[in-house]
Nanobody, 125 residues
Framework: QVQVVESGGGLVQPGDSLRLSCAASGFTLEYYAIGWFRQAPGKEREGVSCVSASEDDTYTADSVKGRFTISRDNAKNTVYLQMNSLKPEDTGVYTC??????????????????WGKGTLVTVSS
């Protein structure tokens, strides 16, 4: 069964760090682009950070640039989102998505094939 499963969310204070994981099963992650998206309460889903299969194309939203870093460990079939200096406005459900490399047209293109169910990140004092 092809799926991606997120983990690592939780409740943290402003300024803290979290690392989210996106574990792939049923397919070989190294051939796929992976993206992280988030949806805050009452807001539309937004693209946070994406990386192509070859890692030569990455996208990071301006709102998290300099604080969030996406990385992939193909040996573990896992992609990570390292989130530092978290702010209350980073609160939301974080979801990862995957698409085969030949069908990747950019983070915000809407071409994603597989979606996880999300993990909740709450940043609050």
């Amino acid at each position: 069964q092809v799926q991606v499963v997120e983990s690592g969310g939780g409740l943290v204070q402003p300024g803290d760090s979290l690392r989210l994981s996106c574990a792939a099963s049923g397919f070989t992650l190294e051939y796929y682009a992976i993206g992280w998206f988030r949806q805050a309460p009452g807001k539309e889903r937004e693209g946070v950070s994406c990386v192509s299969a070859s890692e030569d194309d990455t996208y990071t939203a301006d709102s998290v640039k300099g604080r969030f870093t996406i990385s992939r460990d193909n040996a573990k079939n896992t992609v990570y989102l390292q989130m530092n200096s978290l702010k209350p406005e980073d609160t939301g459900v974080y979801t990862c998505a995957a698409v085969y490399r030949a069908r990747y047209y950019g983070c915000l293109s809407g071409s994603w094939s597989y979606w996880g169910k999300g993990t909740l990140v709450t940043v609050s004092s």
